[in-house]
C-alpha cells in the first residue's frame, strides 16, 4: 500500500504492529474491499421500474455496500460541489428516487456507534429543511428492525470537535450530520424525487476526531494512505485516538452491511400505495413523521 515503505523507518515496531492492523481496517472502510451484498429478486412491492434509485456516499465502500440491481451509486466524500454536479446529472437522465447511504457523525449525547437512523427531514447549513418522503421513510425503519427515525444535518465539511458537534446540535436538533445528505435532498428537491437518508453513526458526540481521520479519505472515497502517516509521524499521540475512531467505524460498516442485507434490491424504494396504513406515523425519539 502506498506510503507504508516511506514511513516505516520511522516508527517503532510496535507503533508498526499497530498501524499495520489500523490501516487494514481503515483499507476495507476506505476502499471498497467489505463483503457484497447478496444480489436478489427484488420483492414484488419494491419493483421500481425502469429507472434507477440513485443512491449517494460519501466512501467507496459505502457504494459497494449500496450497489444493487437498478441502484446507480456516486460517491463525494468532502467535495459537495462535485458531488451535486455529478448527481444532477445522473438524475437529468431519469431516476426513481434518491436515497443518502452511508456513515454519519453523531451529535445527540448518548447515541453510540452503530445506531441505525432514517431521516424525518435533512437540514442544511443554510436552516433549509428537505423532508423525507414519508411511505420510504417508514418502510425503511420498519425493515431495518425500528431504525431511529430523526433529522440528521448535512454540512459540507465534517464536524470533528465536541463543541462544534453540541453547537450544531443545539441549533438543529438533528441526532447526525453527514457530508452529503443535504447535497441528495436539495437534487431530489429539484428534480421532484423521493428522498430517503439511511445512516449509521460511526464517531459518538463525545468523540474528537484526530487530524489522521480528517485527511484519511481523499474527494473520490479512497483512503490516502500517505496523508494518514504524514498525520501520524507529524503527531503519533493520536495514534490511540483514531484506533478508537476505527474500531467505531468498524461497528458502524458492519451495522450499515447487516441493514442493507435487510433491503430489497430497490432499498426499499416501492409503490408507496403498496405500503401498509397502519405503520403508526411516529419515531422513537418522540416526534410525528411529516404528513
Known amino acids: 500500500m502506498e506510503g507504508r515503505a516511506f514511513y516505516r523507518d520511522r516508527f517503532s515496531p510496535g507503533v508498526l504492529s499497530t498501524l499495520s492492523w489500523l490501516l487494514e481496517i481503515l483499507s476495507s472502510l476506505g476502499d471498497g474491499t467489505l463483503p457484497q451484498p447478496q ?6 412491492n419494491g419493483d421500481v421500474g425502469p429507472l434507477p434509485v440513485i443512491a449517494v456516499t460519501g466512501l467507496r465502500a459505502e457504494a459497494s455496500i449500496a450497489s444493487g440491481r437498478q441502484i446507480v451509486t456516486l460517491s463525494g466524500c468532502g467535495d459537495a460541489r462535485g ?10 437522465h ?13 451529535l445527540a449525547p448518548g447515541i453510540a456507534p452503530g445506531t441505525v437512523l432514517v431521516a424525518r427531514s435533512v437540514i442544511a447549513e443554510d436552516g433549509a429543511r428537505y423532508d ?23 454540512v459540507d465539511l465534517p464536524v470533528s470537535g465536541i463543541a462544534e458537534r453540541r453547537d450544531l446540535y443545539r441549533k438543529t436538533g438533528a441526532l447526525a450530520a453527514d457530508t452529503e445528505s443535504h447535497v441528495a435532498a436539495r437534487v431530489a428537491a429539484a428534480f421532484g424525487l423521493p ?8 464517531d459518538p458526540a463525545y468523540r474528537q476526531l484526530p487530524h489522521a481521520a480528517l485527511v484519511a479519505i481523499r474527494p473520490d472515497g479512497s483512503l490516502a494512505v500517505g496523508a494518514i502517516l504524514g498525520s501520524l509521524l507529524r503527531n503519533p499521540g493520536q495514534l490511540p485516538q483514531l484506533m478508537r475512531t ?3 467505524a468498524r461497528a458502524a460498516f458492519v451495522a450499515l452491511f447487516c441493514g442493507r442485507m435487510m433491503l430489497a434490491d430497490s432499498l426499499g424504494f416501492g409503490d408507496s400505495r403498496e405500503f401498509p396504513l397502519d405503520v403508526p ?8 413523521l411529516p404528513v
Open 39 to 44: 444480489r436478489r429478486k427484488p420483492a414484488s
Open 83 to 92: 458531488l451535486a454536479q455529478r448527481l444532477e446529472a445522473v438524475a437529468a
Open 94 to 106: 431519469g431516476a426513481s428516487a434518491i436515497i443518502s447511504f452511508g456513515v454519519a457523525g453523531g
Open 132 to 154: 423525507s418522503d414519508r411511505a420510504w421513510a417508514q418502510r425503511l425503519s420498519a425493515t431495518l428492525s425500528g431504525a431511529v427515525v430523526a433529522d440528521i444535518a448535512g
Open 195 to 202: 428522498l430517503a437518508v439511511f445512516r449509521v453513526v460511526a
Open 246 to 248: 476505527a474500531n467505531d
Open 281 to 288: 406515523a411516529e419515531d422513537v425519539v418522540g416526534g410525528p
